[in-house]
Structure formats: structure tokens, C-alpha cells
């Protein structure tokens, strides 16, 4: 199972930027996926996050600003930052919770795993 993020790069204050994450491998469901983002020198906090049936919840920096989507056909979520400040440059990552169809127990017991893939960096400056 992986997690591919991309979208990231430099923008201008003001701008936007859209995220991308695709899950792929032996996924048997996709249940909550989410976005966190780390800063240098700070803890990874939670950015948005997404159930299967689209309910979004947001922190309060992302409320009004960032919208997280998905598309369970294409195994894929999304983050819409708008309005984007330097305050939001950070390495953004994705996570999903999944279960892997190789693992028949966890599949039985509707339990999932945590997966996270790597990085992409939002860079916003003048």
C-alpha cells in the first residue's frame, strides 16, 4: 500500500495551491483520510480530514480557507488551499486508514492501519 502526495510548491501569498493524494496497492477499503502538515522546528498537526461518505472537519487556520474532497472511485483526496499565508508553509502529509485485502484478519475484524506517504513541500512567500 502507498501514499503518493503531490501538488506542492511555491506560491505567492494570496494564492492557491491543490493537493493531491492517490492511494494505491492491495486496498481492500479506504476509511478516514486526512492531511496534516509540519512546519520547521513544530509538531505535525492535523490540517483537515475526510470519512468515506465526504463529512470534512478542519483546524481552525484551515476552516474558510482549505477545502478537503475525495474520490473513492479513484482512490484519491484532495486539499483546496486558498487565500494561502506564510504562516501555512509546510511539508504537507497524507494519511489514510486502510485495510490491506492481504490481511484476511484485519479485513474480518473491520479493523484498519494507519499509512502516510511522503511529504509535499508549500512554500508561501513574496
Known amino acids: 500500500v502507498q501514499l503518493q502526495a503531490s501538488g506542492g510548491g511555491l506560491v505567492q501569498p494570496g494564492g492557491s495551491l491543490r493537493l493531491s493524494c492517490s492511494v494505491s496497492?492491495?486496498?481492500?477499503?479506504?476509511?478516514?483520510m486526512a492531511w496534516y502538515r509540519q512546519a520547521p522546528g513544530k509538531q505535525r498537526d492535523l490540517v483537515a480530514d475526510i470519512t468515506y461518505g465526504g463529512d470534512t472537519s478542519y483546524s481552525d487556520s484551515a476552516k474558510g480557507r482549505f477545502t478537503m474532497s475525495r474520490d473513492n472511485a479513484k482512490k484519491t483526496a484532495y486539499l483546496q488551499m486558498n487565500d494561502l499565508k506564510p504562516e501555512d508553509t509546510a511539508v504537507y502529509y497524507c494519511?489514510?486508514?486502510?485495510?490491506?485485502?492481504?490481511?484476511?484478519?484485519?479485513?474480518?475484524?473491520?479493523?484498519?492501519?494507519?499509512?502516510w506517504g511522503e511529504g509535499t513541500l508549500v512554500t508561501v512567500s513574496s
Open positions: 496497492g492491495t486496498i481492500f477499503s479506504i476509511n478516514k
Open positions: 494519511n489514510a486508514e486502510i485495510q490491506d485485502r492481504r490481511d484476511t484478519e484485519m479485513v474480518v475484524r473491520g479493523r484498519y492501519m494507519d499509512y
